[in-house]
Each structure stands twice: as structure tokens, then as C-alpha cells.
């Protein structure tokens, strides 16, 4: 039978990895392509699907990071607490709530008005600006790098320390 706490390690550290290939997808591959969408709207209305169920996905993947090696270092034996379960759950939470917090403040999810998201409004191809949505993507793509490089840092924490514990 596995021991607890060692599937609280793994759960930890496999989502604070996802957490990094995610946002390092989203920064190398998905944001840059959407520059070779036809029209600033449709670029735009493509951004902030992306920005809002990615971003989503990873607050989810910190929670769930940050949470697993919180409660693995809570419940651990005096000998079983070592700190790179609490650096690894600061750096996992950090990646996720922190940088969203820091680059977006608590605005990144609207208000469900009308029975419809205020994040998915149809625009007119006349009200979007191309350079704002261009503006917007690189914004967008130095939160994923960030995000990624600190999720890289965190993982490897949780890598090192898992294979120190023999777990």
C-alpha cells in the first residue's frame, strides 16, 4: 500500500509540473500563433477565451499544489516535516495566485450578468484596436514566462526533495 504521505508529495509536485508546462505552452506556442488570426476581433475575442480558461487551469493546478504539500507537511512525523514542502507549496502558490494577482488584481473573472459572462461580449471588428490586442498578447506572454519560471524553480524543488525523501 502507497503511504499518504507520498501520494501528497507526487500529487504535489505533478500538478506544480503541469502548472509549468502550461503556462510555458501558453507563452511558446498557443499566444504567439494567435498574431496569425485574420482580424484584431476574432484575435481578441481568441485571447480572452484563452486568457480566462487557462488561467482558470492553473489557479486550479497551485490550489491543488500548494494545498497537497501544505497539508503533506502539516500531517507529517517531526522527522517527516522537512522545509522544501512548505518552499515548494509558497513557490507553487506564488506561481499561481501571486503573478495572476500582481499582472491582473482580483479583475481577470467578471460578474455573471444577464445569464452571460461579462468576459464574452461580442464585439464589432470596427471597435477592437489591433495594437491594444497586440499589447495585450505580449502582456499576456510575459505573465506565462514568469509564471512558467517560477513553476520551473518550484519543481524542481519538489523533484529534488521527493528524490532525497526516497519517496
Not at 507529517?76 to 500582481?102: C, D, N
Not at 497586440?134 to 524553480?153: K, Y
Request: glycine letters at 10%.
Amino acid at each position: 500500500m502507497v503511504c499518504p504521505m507520498s501520494t501528497l508529495k507526487f500529487v504535489g509536485t505533478i500538478s506544480l509540473g503541469l502548472l509549468t508546462g502550461v503556462s510555458y505552452s501558453l507563452s511558446t506556442i498557443t499566444l504567439p500563433s494567435l498574431a496569425l488570426l485574420p482580424s484584431a476581433a476574432r484575435a481578441a475575442r481568441a485571447l480572452e477565451t484563452i486568457q480566462e480558461r487557462a488561467t482558470r487551469r492553473i489557479l486550479t493546478l497551485a490550489s491543488v499544489s500548494s494545498l497537497a504539500l501544505t497539508t503533506c507537511y502539516a500531517l507529517a512525523s517531526p522527522r517527516g516535516k522537512h522545509p522544501y514542502l512548505l518552499w515548494t507549496a509558497m513557490v507553487s502558490f506564488i506561481g499561481g495566485q501571486g503573478v495572476e494577482y500582481w499582472y491582473n488584481g482580483w479583475t481577470r473573472f467578471g460578474l455573471k450578468r444577464n445569464g452571460r459572462e461579462s468576459g464574452y461580449v461580442e464585439v464589432e471588428s470596427s471597435e477592437v484596436n489591433g495594437e491594444k490586442v497586440e499589447a495585450e498578447m505580449a502582456r499576456e506572454v510575459r505573465t506565462q514566462n514568469v509564471r512558467s519560471a517560477i513553476g520551473l524553480v518550484g519543481f524542481a524543488m519538489g523533484v529534488v526533495g521527493i528524490w532525497g525523501d526516497g519517496a
